[in-house]
């Protein structure tokens, strides 16, 4: 993928591509970033053209900003050009390039994944939402090196991904906790693997588990002494403390009830907002997928590929119910519906 | 847990009773039906000649020889077939197939390799508890849920440290049970050699009982192989079963 880089004068770039947002009648504002995306996908400079300095387009240049993508806006006789520049490889976290995954069943080959593009920068929250089989969690293992992509390459932290590595920690649905040793000593795991001496591995558990907010008194107990949210918010302590560049969730909420799964998405945000961890999020809940995601890849299935990306600029923290993520919500599952699958919508409908 | 220390106490004192009540009436001579305190004599008598010690020593020598080399062996073959699938699809077979025969059988072999000798016995010992260590352990390897060790390399463990921190803990309490059932086939295979095979040792005064007419004595040692083999298994295997088991969470599971 080549670079443009360092944008001088984005103006005096030939554009490659430009995109009229003034044939919009109601410009809503996911349509919008949603075809600038798709454009910016194909194109590393983009011109947009609006001629009005509608509340619709001043989200593109805002998400522009939180990419890291130079823009600039210039305003001839009430016509509004701007001018997009996608820096790809700057601060990439993550780089997925033509990632593939088929696997061998009875009756021949099956792909799950199908040709996979994506870059994640550094500090982003990406969501990956798409019903149960469209791959979602096949592309997380292979983001952790748990499995090989038939064919691609994936970049994580600037290097090829050849295998897992404590750079990449993943935190699993359930039952991923050690029941032979304490809560302390599950999340010292990582730590004793890297020979790090035993006063500062504890005093580094402690303080993780009091992120997550686990209190002192079940530091001691054991794995099957714990409720489920107890658990599950152990698990991302024992991964925080890896202290890992990309932080990989497959599905870490979806067995808990609604309140615990609530308290945790809360508990998440104010991590990535205090951390500013790289976060890939795999759900099968669009609801969920909105509160907690600054990008949300939408998947879809046979063969498994990103359909659609919705950006997400909603204040945080979010809550469930609030009206900009109910709104965002529909129109995702919306979009997925159209495509006769079936997704989680509210969180009520995932328990 | 006292009413159950009550309930065994009279069972076992009527149990002896009508035994004692049965072998006054005369019916069969006494060197064909022993009473129990013909038995108990014999008990104090093997004791303070020391008999019973010597043999009790030799035979315990035995088994925990052959027991440990079982335990080696079995935790190595037992991991190797665990883990790798073209060792289970081979040797696992054979594992199988060893545990099917009768763990003396191999005594004619034993004999023939190393003479009348400590070894032939221990080698009995061993293929008999052997297999039983190796198949728990096996077990154990392949049950152990794929979502540990996935968990455990995304945390960077890799190589012997899958092995000694996530592999041998997560099978922990079936390896428990291969130990458990490998310390009872190693006993039953030593006093099958030991009673074939003349040399000191527990299956040996059995025999003895036998050629002196003396069946005092056989109920006697029969009563200590059946007391060691118990305490064995509920002192050491029984509490580290239930151990286990507890902080696993799987006893209220």
Not at chain 1, 118 to 145: P, Q, Y
Not at chain 1, 172 to 187: D, K, S
Not at chain 2, 23 to 46: K, N
């Amino acid at each position: 993928m080549k670079t443009v880089n360092p944008p001088k004068k984005l103006d005096s770039l030939k554009p490659e591509k430009v995109i009229d947002l003034r044939q919009a009648i109601c410009p809503h504002p996911l349509n919008v970033i949603r075809d600038t995306l798709r454009a910016l996908r194909e194109n590393d400079v983009l011109l947009a053209v609006s001629d009005h300095e509608p509340t619709a387009l001043e989200n593109a240049p805002r998400f522009c900003e939180r990419r890291g993508y130079p823009f600039r806006t210039v305003e001839q006789e009430g016509v509004w050009n701007i001018f997009i520049q996608k820096v790809e490889d700057r601060d990439a976290r993550l780089k997925v390039e033509n990632v593939s995954k088929t696997f061998n069943s009875g009756d021949g080959k099956v792909s799950v994944l199908n040709d996979i593009d994506l870059t994640i920068r550094d500090g982003e929250f990406v969501t990956v939402v798409g019903s149960s089989g469209c791959g979602k969690s096949t592309l997380l293992n292979l983001i952790a090196g748990l499995d090989k992509p038939t064919s691609g390459r994936i970049f994580a932290n600037g290097k090829r991904v050849e295998g897992p590595g404590s750079d990449r920690v993943v935190v699993f649905q359930e039952g991923a906790l050690f029941p032979w040793l304490t809560v302390r000593e599950n999340v010292e795991f990582g730590l004793k693997l890297r020979r790090v001496a035993p006063k500062i591995r504890k005093e580094m558990a402690q303080d993780y588990l009091k992120l997550v907010g686990l209190t002192e008194n079940f530091h001691g107990s054991y794995v099957h002494q714990l409720s489920g949210g107890m658990k599950q918010r152990v698990a991302l302590a024992r991964a925080l403390v890896m202290e890992p560049a990309i932080l990989l969730m497959d599905e870490p909420f979806a067995a808990l009830d609604i309140q615990t799964r609530e308290s945790l998405q809360d508990e998440l945000q104010r991590i990535w907002v205090e951390s500013r961890k790289t976060i890939i999020f795999v759900t099968h809940n669009v609801e969920e997928a909105v509160i907690l995601g600054d990008r949300v890849l939408v998947f879809a299935k046979n063969p498994g590929r990103i359909k659609s990306e919705h950006e997400i600029d909603i204040e945080r923290p979010r809550q469930p119910g609030h009206p900009e993520v109910f709104l965002y919500t529909k129109w995702i599952t919306d979009e997925i519906r159209e495509n006769g699958e079936a997704v989680d919508e509210v969180q009520e409908a995932a328990v | 847990m006292k009413r159950k220390v009550i309930l065994l106490t009279v069972f076992y004192l009527l149990l002896i009773g009508i035994w004692q009540g049965v072998a006054a009436l005369g019916i069969w001579p006494p060197y064909l039906f022993p009473s129990p305190s013909g038995v108990f004599d014999s008990l104090l008598a093997g004791f303070q000649d020391n008999s019973f010690t010597i043999g009790i020593l030799a035979s315990m020598k035995r088994v925990l020889i052959g027991y440990f080399i079982s335990v080696a062996g079995g935790l190595l073959i037992g991991l190797a077939i665990g883990r790798v699938k073209v060792l289970d699809e081979t040797v696992g077979t054979i594992v199988l197939g060893f545990q099917a025969l009768p763990s003396i059988c191999w005594l004619p072999i034993a004999l023939l390799w190393f003479g009348l000798s400590e070894s032939a016995i221990i080698l009995v010992v061993v293929l008999g508890s052997l297999f039983a260590v190796t198949i728990g352990v096996d077990a154990g390897v392949k049950n152990v849920p794929p979502i540990y060790l996935r968990a455990a390399r995304t945390m960077g463990a890799h190589g012997i440290d899958l092995y000694m921190k996530v592999i041998i803990p997560a099978a922990l309490p079936s390896i428990i049970s291969g130990l458990k059932q490998g310390w009872s086939f190693a006993w039953r295979a030593l006093m099958a050699g030991e009673l074939l095979y003349v040399s000191i040792g527990l299956g040996h005064l059995l025999t003895m009982g036998r050629e002196l007419n003396d069946i005092s004595q056989i109920i006697a040692v029969m009563i200590i192989i059946i007391v060691i083999g118990i305490t064995v298994d509920r002192l050491v295997f029984t509490k580290l079963e239930n151990r286990v088991r507890e902080r696993w969470g799987l006893l209220n599971a």
